[in-house]
């Protein structure tokens, strides 16, 4: 092969691997314009009926028609925008309900925050209407330090607040108001 072809080929395969070398760069930035953005779900569910059992009984049932998982982000959560249905069962199978038009789910806190026409109901009609109310899966505990109107045995209560264990049998309106009929 003549000199002067081979050094055309030697030139041509240096200029084609400077080029691959200088076109292939990392960047962070067009990494991350390729993937997912930070501010997306990393998934959209739709018709959600997630179970939730302790020692093989069941304890909650969460029902929505919608959910977004943020679990990409550092504190992971679930967000449900179309409302929840949230079943809350006790040792004997008795069922509260809390419904609500917005929830969100604390991965990290077993929290569920609802928000927007609360309402939850016992199985002896207890009930508690509220505009935002949070359960603690962990300790089964239901509080907000909203305003909050309890409904139990033939009386109505509102207040700033409530506490309660999922059964309502430590229910406690916090802040009480109101007009009350006081006897002498």
């Keep these: 092969m003549p000199k002067h072809k081979l ?5 041509l395969v240096i200029a084609i691997a400077m080029t691959l070398f200088f076109s292939c760069n990392n960047h962070l930035k067009d990494v991350n314009k390729m993937s997912i953005s930070a501010n997306d779900p990393v998934g959209v569910s739709d018709s ?69 026409n609360v309402i939850a109901a016992t199985p002896t009609q207890d009930t508690l209407y509220a505009e935002q109310l949070y359960y603690d899966q962990k300790k ?11 409904r139990s045995k033939g009386y109505v209560t ?8 999922k059964d309502f ?9 109101g007009q009350f009929a006081v006897q002498d």
């Design 7 to 11: 050094h055309s080929i030697k030139n």
């Design 48 to 116: 959600i009926n997630v179970k939730y059992t302790d020692s093989g009984r069941l304890s909650a049932n969460l029902v929505s028609p919608k959910m977004y998982d943020f679990s990409n982000r550092s504190f992971s959560y679930s967000e449900f925008p179309e409302g929840v249905i949230l079943h809350l069962y006790d040792i004997n199978n008795a069922q509260t309900t809390i419904i609500s038009d917005y929830a969100i789910v604390y991965n990290n806190t077993d929290l569920i925050d609802l928000r927007g």
């Design 140 to 150: 089964e505990w239901l509080f907000t330090n909203q305003p909050a109107t309890y």
């Design 158 to 165: 509102s207040g700033l607040g409530f506490d309660s264990d």
């Design 169 to 177: 049998k430590k229910a406690e309106v916090l802040g009480v108001t």
